[in-house]
Structures are given as structure tokens and as C-alpha cells.
């Protein structure tokens, strides 16, 4: 196994006799197996690891600065670990595994008060066998963050944490039995996600005020659950769009005024055995709801005063429930 660690500036840094708290660039590369980088900054720099090869870990520390950027490639069938630590304003990190990478971790940590930073990671599995990566960013505090998580593969398994306002995340998905859990603590918070497959499963939770979220998920026997709490959340939730899919569900959980819930399930008549369930709490709460297909249930509860909920079910056998 080959080790290499660079701690707090550069090779090349430290042999022109730059200070310490200098900007620096860190260049690794490694190529075979059961390789080890430990890569270790401090103020605004660079570092850039490439692995090819199996069972390889990289780790990478930036703290302090502003502008830190990390870029981490690791090319093999896996199983690989690649951990990133960023503490500062505007960073900048991005993990990829490739090559029909299984059993790999990746993770991306920037915080406290990490603003405006940015977090990037694909992951590329063997559609064709069980994958099991695994991706983590957790913005822990902050404005104006963004996370993009794609992975590809069966039995994966993401987890995403940004606290603070105006904060951003992503997450496309493709592959089966895969589970993506999104959490968003502040106001004005955004998701976008999509899974394409079977038995996938999304959880978002939003305790905020002015949150959007939007989810969609093409295939059969898949789930959605959202939470909103605050004033003011909208959400989008989309189900079978391109060709229908039996055995989904939807369930939102929306409190607080002035709520919005849009909610389409089934396509031409492609479905069967879909559930819905919408629960809205507080004032002037909207849901507008489609749901095609035929054995299907809905159920819309809303409390208090001023709320509309507008329905439509299409197929045979199905069974509407709203209480007001």
C-alpha cells in the first residue's frame, strides 16, 4: 500500500520557502490497489486526487480561507472512500466514482457557516448486480449552498444536510431498491430530485419558511414522503409520469399557512394499487391532485379554516377520501 500525506501546504510550496499561511496546490495521483492519500490545507487552495484502481481511500482537509476548492476521481469496481472536510466561505468540492464503482462511500463535510460553497457527487454503479454506494453532504450552517448528488445502481443510499437559508440541493437517481433522504433546516430552501426504477424511496423533510420542493419517480412500488413545517411551502410530487407504475405512494405532511400541494400519479391509465395521502395543517391550504389508473386511494385532510383541495381520479375501482 502507498501513503502519501501532505499536511498544511504543498511539496512544491514548501520547497520555494512560502509562509505557511500561503495559497497552495496539491497534485496526487495513484494507480493501483489499496492506495491511501491524506491530503491536509489551510487557506484558499487546491487539491486534486486521482485514484485508478480498487480499495482506495482519499482524504482531503481545507480549513480556513475563502475559495478552497477539492477534486476527488476514483476509477474502479470499488470498493473506494473518499472523504472531503471544507471550513470556510465559497468552497468548491466534487467526488466522482466511475467504472461501475460498488460499495463506495463518498462524503462531502463544509461547515460552520460554509456559505455560498458548493458540493458535488456522481457515483456510477453496476446496474446489472447490487452497487450499495453510499454519498453524504452535510452543509451544516450557512447561505446560498448547493448540493448535487447522481447516482446510478441498485441499493444505494444518499443523505443530504444543509442548515441555513436560501440553500439549494439536487439529486438524480436511476437504478432500483435505492433510498435518497433529503433535510433542509431554514427558510427559503430548495430540492429537485428524481429516481428512475423500482423500489426507490425519497424522504424530504423542510422546516422552513418559503420552501419548494419537487419530486419525481418513474417505475413501480416507489415512495414518497415529504414534511414541510413553516409558512408559505410549495411542492410538486410526480409519479409515473413517462409510463405509469403499480404499488406507489405519496405521502405530504404540509403545516402552517398558506401551503401548496401538486400532486400528479399515474399515466394513461397505468397504474394500479397507487396510494395518496395529503395532510395539510393551517390556513388557506391548496392541493390539486391527479391520480390515474385503476385500485387506487387518496386521501386529503385539512384543518382549519379556508383550505381547497382539488381532486380528480380517473380508472376503475378507486376510492377518494377528503376530510375538511
Do not use: C, H, R, Y
Amino acid at each position: 500500500m502507498k501513503k502519501i500525506i501532505l499536511a498544511g501546504a504543498s511539496i512544491a510550496a514548501l520547497s520555494m520557502g512560502a509562509p505557511a499561511f500561503a495559497q497552495s496546490t496539491s497534485t496526487v495521483s495513484q494507480t493501483g490497489t489499496g492506495n491511501a492519500a491524506d491530503v491536509t490545507q489551510t487557506n484558499a487552495n487546491t487539491s486534486t486526487v486521482t485514484q485508478t484502481g480498487d480499495n482506495n481511500d482519499a482524504d482531503v482537509t481545507q480549513v480556513l480561507g475563502t475559495g478552497n476548492t477539492s477534486t476527488v476521481l476514483q476509477e474502479g469496481t470499488g470498493p473506494g472512500t473518499a472523504t472531503v472536510f471544507q471550513f470556510g466561505t465559497s468552497s468548491t468540492s466534487s467526488i466522482t466514482q466511475t467504472a461501475d464503482s460498488d460499495s463506495d462511500v463518498a462524503a462531502v463535510v463544509q461547515n460552520p457557516d460554509a456559505d455560498l460553497s458548493s458540493a458535488t457527487i456522481t457515483q456510477t454503479g453496476d446496474s446489472l448486480t447490487t452497487s450499495g454506494n453510499q454519498a453524504l453532504i452535510d452543509q451544516g450552517g450557512g447561505t446560498g449552498n448547493t448540493s448535487v448528488i447522481s447516482q446510478s445502481g441498485n441499493a444505494n443510499l444518499v443523505e443530504n444536510l444543509q442548515v441555513g437559508s436560501t440553500n439549494s440541493s439536487d439529486f438524480t437517481g436511476s437504478g432500483t431498491t435505492n433510498i435518497a433522504f433529503i433535510d433542509q433546516i431554514g427558510d427559503t430552501n430548495s430540492f429537485i430530485g428524481g429516481q428512475a426504477g423500482d423500489t426507490n424511496n425519497m424522504d424530504i423533510n423542510q422546516n422552513g419558511t418559503s420552501g419548494t420542493s419537487v419530486a419525481f419517480q418513474d417505475g413501480a412500488n416507489s415512495s414518497v414522503t415529504l414534511n414541510q413545517g413553516g409558512l408559505g411551502n410549495e411542492s410538486v410530487m410526480d409519479q409515473g409520469f413517462f409510463a405509469g407504475g403499480d404499488g406507489n405512494s405519496i405521502t405530504v405532511d404540509q403545516s402552517g399557512d398558506g401551503n401548496l400541494s401538486l400532486i400528479n400519479q399515474g399515466f394513461n391509465s397505468a397504474g394500479t394499487s397507487l396510494t395518496i395521502t395529503v395532510d395539510q395543517s393551517g390556513d388557506n391550504n391548496i392541493s390539486t391532485i391527479e391520480q390515474d389508473g385503476a385500485t387506487n386511494t387518496m386521501t386529503v385532510n385539512q384543518t382549519t379554516d379556508g383550505n381547497g383541495s382539488f381532486v380528480t381520479q380517473s380508472g376503475t375501482g378507486n376510492t377518494l377520501t377528503v376530510n375538511q
